[in-house]
């Protein structure tokens, strides 16, 4: 950055962003998020009369003043956790991680409330595809709704890498949280939109050889509101739902299914294995998060 720009950033701004660019944990999508999340904190502080502050002089009391301001501006239970989550990561970058309290509850952040038996699945909408002109867009579109895909994952795939016969497999750094994993491939629709990817993509990913990953990002997001495809994240609700009553053989709660309170001990036995398994396919790392997707 030149200095120029540096005299118009201040000090702390700069010094994060930094930070960010030295550390790339995580996913483009965590990376920017973080970025951003950083920048906001960077601001906030300045507003708040803590000025002239560096990448490591974060203190109890500085916490403590924006968690005071969150909580007054409302924000949900989901977004301070997302915010602490930063502080925190900050805080062990620059070998401070004792100036915030391990738990949320130190700060009376309440937990995550899941909206629980309400169907956020969307099915893909074939014709409103059809109106897509880019078909590498289309084709991330498909392997969303067939494999359950993040949209960054249905981006960055190469599909003859991925295809392992009897699996989907995903590289670590296509995935949220930089976890590889695997996807099975059951039936016939997914091997047919797979075999489609691997022929439009040829050896390579779904980002077009002249584009970048942010380039064909930018191109999928306005071919979706073109074609007026909104919330595509529900193509992974959808995945889950029906994942869950292929292995159960009956609805899940958010689809009207029974609650757990209804269900016997061995359909409780299956439910909890269902879960587990929809958690590992979905990139999860916990059974807990399926209640988003199907309910409880």
């Known amino acids: 950055m030149a200095p120029a720009r540096k005299e118009r950033m201040k000090d702390l701004n700069y010094e994060l962003k930094q930070l960010c660019h030295r550390n790339r944990d995580g996913s483009y999508a965590t990376q920017a998020n973080r970025e951003r999340i950083l920048d906001l904190i960077a601001n906030q502080l300045h507003e708040m009369g803590f000025r002239h ?18 909580k007054a501006e409302s924000l949900s239970p989901g977004t301070l956790k997302n915010r602490m989550a930063e502080l925190r990561w900050l805080a062990e970058k620059t070998g401070k991680p004792n100036v915030i309290a391990r738990s949320n509850k130190a700060y009376g952040i309440p937990d995550r409330s899941y909206v629980t038996n309400h169907s956020k699945a969307k099915e893909l909408n074939m014709d409103q595809v059809q109106r897509i002109t880019d078909p590498y867009t289309a084709m991330s579109l498909r392997l969303q709704a067939a494999f359950g895909l993040r949209r960054e994952e249905s981006i960055k795939i190469e599909p003859a890498w991925a295809d392992r ?13 930089g976890r590889e994993r695997e996807i099975p491939i059951r039936n016939a629709g997914q091997r047919e939109v797979l075999e489609e990817a691997k022929q439009l993509a040829g050896g390579g990913s779904l980002i077009p050889k002249t584009m970048t990953y942010f380039g064909q ?24 739902q029906e994942r869950y009553r292929e292995l159960t053989g009956w609805a899940c709660p958010a689809k009207g299914g029974p609650t757990s309170k209804q269900l016997t001990p061995d359909q409780k036995t299956a439910d909890r294995e269902a879960r587990e398994i929809i958690s590992a396919e979905l990139g999860h790392g916990r059974e807990q998060i399926t209640v988003v997707y199907l309910g409880r």
């Open 53 to 70: 502050l560096h990448v490591g002089s974060l203190k109890p009391k500085h916490v403590e003043a924006l968690v005071a301001r969150w």
């Open 165 to 177: 016969g009897e699996t989907l497999m995903l590289r670590d750094t296509w995935t949220k949280g």
């Open 217 to 240: 990002l930018q191109r999928f997001k306005a071919q979706c509101v073109k074609a007026d495809i909104h919330k595509v994240h529900g193509h992974r609700h959808h995945y889950a």
